[in-house]
T-cell receptor, first 112, second 113 residues
Framework: GESVGLHLPTLSVQEGDNSIINCAYS??????FIWYKQESGKGPQFIID?????DKRQGQRVTVLLNKTVKHLSLQIAATQPGDSAVYFC???????????FGKGTLLTVNP | KAGVTQTPRYLIKTRGQQVTLSCSPI?????VSWYQQTPGQGLQFLFE???????NKGNFPGRFSGRQFSNSRSEMNVSTLELGDSALYLC????????????FGPGTRLLVL
């Protein structure tokens, strides 16, 4: 069935370093992917999205890479800051049912 | 523009009771989706409403239901509550289509005792 999973459940980085959060998906029909950030006590916050006709998309300090060949998605955060500490979810949509399917999440901790 | 709002923010119920949660989407948004978030299962899709009609449904029992009003506000109801229904219930809205970005509310944290 459809599933989206994360390779690393936790990631700890030093402030100023770059962070890379990975995500694998299994639904080859998925054509839209999103990264969300969820801070404690809050709902998920949209970070960046990418459609399947693209390989890379850049935002402010964030870059999403999509490798459809191996069904892999990654989120790169440049110059990670303490405020980036949160749980990051990848999500995919597509196929016969357009519901949003989330991965389990990766906890990013930024050490000062 | 105000974001997605959910009420109440916290709720404590006992097994067997029912509960109704409310969601007001971003002004102009017509699609509302509901998700259940638990530590063990993560974020799971419950259902989606568009123009007062349920358009998509996740794999939850019939105890979970919802509806949408003409002003796009949505409610979800859980009847005969079980301990396992304790979770954060999130609502998300989009303008029109499933392909657009969903914006989430802060959630309602439900505890079933």
């Amino acid at each position: 069935g459809e599933s989206v999973g994360l390779h690393l459940p936790t990631l700890s980085v030093q402030e100023g370093d770059n962070s890379i959060i990975n995500c694998a998906y299994s639904n080859s029909a998925s054509d839209y992917f999103i990264w969300y950030k969820q801070e404690s006590g809050k709902g998920p916050q949209f970070i960046i999205d990418i459609r399947s006709n693209m390989d890379k998309r850049q935002g402010q300090r964030v870059t999403v890479l999509l490798n459809k060949t191996v069904k892999h998605l990654s989120l790169q955060i440049a110059a990670t800051q303490p405020g980036d500490s949160a749980v990051y979810f990848c999500a995919e949509r597509g196929g016969s049912n357009y519901k949003l399917t989330f991965g389990k999440g990766t906890l990013l901790t930024v050490n000062p | 523009k105000a974001g997605v709002t959910q009420t109440p923010r916290y709720l404590i119920k006992t097994r067997g009771q029912q509960v109704t949660l409310s969601c007001s989407p971003i002004s102009g948004h017509r699609s509302v989706s509901w998700y259940q978030q638990t530590p063990g299962q993560g974020l799971q899709f419950l259902f989606e409403y568009f123009s007062e009609t349920q358009r998509n449904k996740g794999n939850f029992p019939g105890r979970f239901s919802g509806r949408q009003f003409s002003n796009s506000r949505s409610e979800m109801n859980v009847s005969t509550l079980e301990l396992g229904d304790s979770a954060l219930y999130l609502c998300a809205s989009t303008f029109r289509t499933d392909r657009e970005t969903q914006y989430f509310g802060p959630g309602t944290r439900l505890l079933v005792l």
